[in-house]
């Protein structure tokens, strides 16, 4: 190899390869920053666009969890109303049914009649109560039924049906207004009371069922966003104990780049003794 002061062979390539491991160097260290071995497009753009794929599968989920843990506290709630409402009816009965003895008196006829109209305002006030988020799906007022998002689409959903307990409905049959003050009023409000009772609970049934599947299909989510944000983790995120490792390697690799550079730069000055 020819010795000129002009071009220094040794010295360019050294100058490559401490580049090359400096920009290595500065991808492991990164790497180590951010914690992903994939942090943008440029990275690996085809597993880039799949992770970040999968991110908007996993937020939107989030939202689907959002809407599911609503629909799960307006069914626990409805049901602690509808539990509440049961046990209302199990006293009306006792009342409804000490009005049937004919051998009460005035005052006594009275009392228990007091008694059923107490528990008949305590069963609206449960009602109208039963109230989560702006939605009662025990009154009426929520409509037929209430939909929640199921899945990231958007385009599946949950449906939780509306049971109106209201007094004088098609569940409750018994008017608000009804009264036992007579033996007679008390057997026809005992026709209506049982079918009412046995009403509720077919109610309180369905609706336990459909509380049920919405326990069910919320944990099917927490699973699937857990399994979709580890497989994101496996597509972009380093492996820190390899990182470090590497890190080390290529700080050697460094330090010898830099002195190989110094030692070609000094190999010109050899000229100088030629002409000693």
Same mark, same amino acid.
């Given at each position: 190899?020819?010795?000129?002061?002009?071009?220094?062979?040794? $010295? @360019?390539? $050294?100058?490559?390869? !401490?580049?090359?491991?400096?920009?290595? #160097?500065?991808?492991?260290?990164? /790497?180590?920053?951010? +914690?992903?071995?994939?942090?943008?497009?440029?990275?690996?753009?085809?597993?880039?666009?799949?992770?970040?794929? *999968?991110?908007?599968?996993?937020?939107?989920? +989030? $939202?689907?969890?959002?809407?599911?843990?609503?629909?799960?506290?307006?069914?626990?709630?409805?049901?602690?109303?509808?539990?509440?409402?049961?046990?209302?009816?199990?006293?009306?009965?006792?009342?409804?049914?000490?009005?049937?003895?004919?051998?009460?008196?005035?005052?006594? /006829?009275?009392?228990?009649?007091?008694?059923?109209?107490?528990?008949?305002?305590?069963?609206?006030?449960?009602?109208?109560?039963?109230?989560?988020?702006?939605?009662?799906?025990?009154?009426?007022?929520?409509?037929?039924?209430?939909?929640?998002?199921?899945?990231?689409?958007?385009? $599946?959903?949950?449906?939780? =049906?509306? &049971?109106?307990?209201?007094?004088?409905?098609?569940?409750?049959?018994? %008017?608000?207004?009804?009264?036992?003050?007579?033996?007679?009023?008390?057997?026809?409000?005992?026709? *209506?009371?049982?079918?009412?009772?046995?009403?509720?609970?077919? =109610?309180?049934? =369905? #609706?336990?069922?459909?509380?049920?599947?919405?326990? %069910?299909?919320?944990?099917?989510?927490?699973?699937?966003?857990?399994?979709?944000?580890?497989?994101?983790?496996?597509?972009?995120?380093?492996?820190?104990?390899?990182? =470090?490792? /590497? @890190?080390?390697? !290529?700080?050697?690799?460094?330090? !010898?780049?830099?002195?190989?550079?110094?030692? %070609?730069?000094?190999?010109? &000055?050899?000229?100088?003794? @030629?002409?000693?």
């Amino acid at each position: 190899m020819a010795i000129s002061v002009h071009t220094n062979k040794s $010295a @360019l390539v $050294a100058l490559q390869n !401490l580049n090359k491991t400096n920009d290595e #160097l500065a991808g492991v260290q990164n /790497r180590i920053n951010t +914690g992903l071995k994939i942090g943008n497009a440029k990275d690996n753009a085809s597993v880039w666009s799949i992770a970040q794929g *999968q991110r908007a599968d996993i937020g939107a989920l +989030g $939202a689907v969890k959002m809407s599911l843990n609503r629909a799960q506290s307006i069914s626990e709630v409805s049901m602690a109303a509808g539990e509440s409402v049961s046990d209302l009816l199990v006293q009306l009965k006792e009342k409804v049914v000490g009005a049937m003895d004919t051998s009460l008196d005035t005052q006594a /006829r009275k009392a228990l009649d007091d008694d059923f109209k107490s528990i008949l305002r305590q069963i609206t006030q449960v009602i109208e109560n039963a109230e989560f988020d702006g939605a009662n799906i025990l009154d009426g007022t929520s409509g037929a039924s209430i939909r929640f998002l199921a899945n990231a689409d958007a385009n $599946a959903y949950i449906t939780l =049906s509306g &049971q109106n307990l209201s007094l004088g409905g098609s569940i409750l049959t018994i %008017a608000s207004t009804a009264s036992i003050s007579t033996s007679t009023l008390a057997t026809n409000i005992l026709t *209506q009371l049982d079918a009412s009772i046995a009403n509720v609970n077919a =109610s309180l049934g =369905s #609706l336990g069922a459909q509380a049920k599947q919405i326990e %069910a299909h919320n944990k099917f989510v927490d699973k699937l966003t857990d399994v979709l944000t580890a497989g994101v983790g496996n597509l972009v995120d380093a492996d820190l104990a390899k990182e =470090s490792a /590497r @890190l080390q390697a !290529l700080q050697v690799q460094q330090q !010898l780049g830099a002195q190989a550079l110094s030692i %070609a730069n000094e190999a010109p &000055q050899v000229v100088l003794s @030629l002409f000693q």
